[in-house]
């Protein structure tokens, strides 16, 4: 079946260090692939998505890029600030737009 | 703008006690979802409606029960609450019942213990 595997965390990097955190995932087709972020006490948010192969999500500063030939969607940001610290959540969608998501990954940026 | 909303947000059960987690959403989205989130487990699927009237098992629906009477709401049953529910639970909405290019509304989550 479908699945989604994420770097373990927590992830600790000191301010406006970069960030990267590895997904890759096993699917039939091409299916959507996303990054949802949960801030503590919340519940998940939208970060970003890309629909098909090279196509490159953005937003706050964060990319990730839809790599059909390594089946990855790694998550990356250029400087991260103590605001981004949360978990970072990989996932894809099937049929009915259900979602499979990966385990998360704690992300701490420390001052 | 209130989006999803759940409730209550925390509830402590004792084994084989029956309670209901209340999901309303404004968005008139068609379709709803229940998650699970466990540790080192990410969210798993319980249970899916694509719109009013409809309702489909998830990845773990055993043990819960949902219905689908309004566009707004999305109730989901324990009739029986066992230890191994004891998780944080998450109702999510979209707009779109098919593909996959409309993004989950999430709500801010309950968390059931069960004793």
């Known amino acids: 079946g479908d699945s989604v595997t994420q770097m373990e965390g927590p992830v600790t990097l000191s301010e406006e260090a970069f960030l990267t955190i590895n997904c890759t995932y096993t699917?039939?087709?091409?299916?959507?692939l996303f990054w949802y972020v949960q801030y503590p006490g919340e519940g998940l948010q939208l970060l970003l998505k890309a629909t098909k192969a090279d196509d490159k999500g953005s937003n706050k500063g964060f990319e990730a890029t839809y790599r059909k030939e390594t089946t990855s969607f790694h998550l990356e940001k250029g400087s991260v600030q103590v605001s981004d610290s949360a978990v970072y959540f990989c996932?894809?969608?099937?049929?009915?737009?259900?979602?499979?998501f990966g385990a998360g990954t704690i992300l701490r940026v420390k001052s | 703008n209130a989006g999803v909303t759940q409730t209550p947000k925390f509830q402590v059960l004792k084994t084989g006690q029956s309670m209901t987690l209340q999901c309303a959403q404004d968005m008139n989205h068609n379709s709803m979802y229940w998650y699970r989130q466990d540790p080192g487990m990410g969210l798993r699927l319980i249970y899916y409606?694509?719109?009013?009237?409809?309702?489909d098992k998830g990845e773990v629906p055993n043990g819960y029960n949902v219905s689908r009477s309004t566009t707004e709401d999305f109730p989901l049953r324990l009739e029986l609450a066992a230890p191994s529910q004891t998780s944080v639970y998450f109702c999510?909405?979209?707009?779109?019942?098919?593909?996959?290019?409309?993004?989950?509304?999430f709500g801010n989550g309950t968390r059931l213990t069960v004793t």
């Open positions: 409606s694509a719109s009013e009237g409809t309702t």
């Open positions: 999510a909405s979209s707009e779109g019942s098919r593909g996959g290019n409309s993004p989950l509304h």
């Open positions: 699917a039939t087709g091409y299916p959507s």
């Open positions: 996932a894809l969608a099937r049929y009915g737009n259900k979602l499979v």
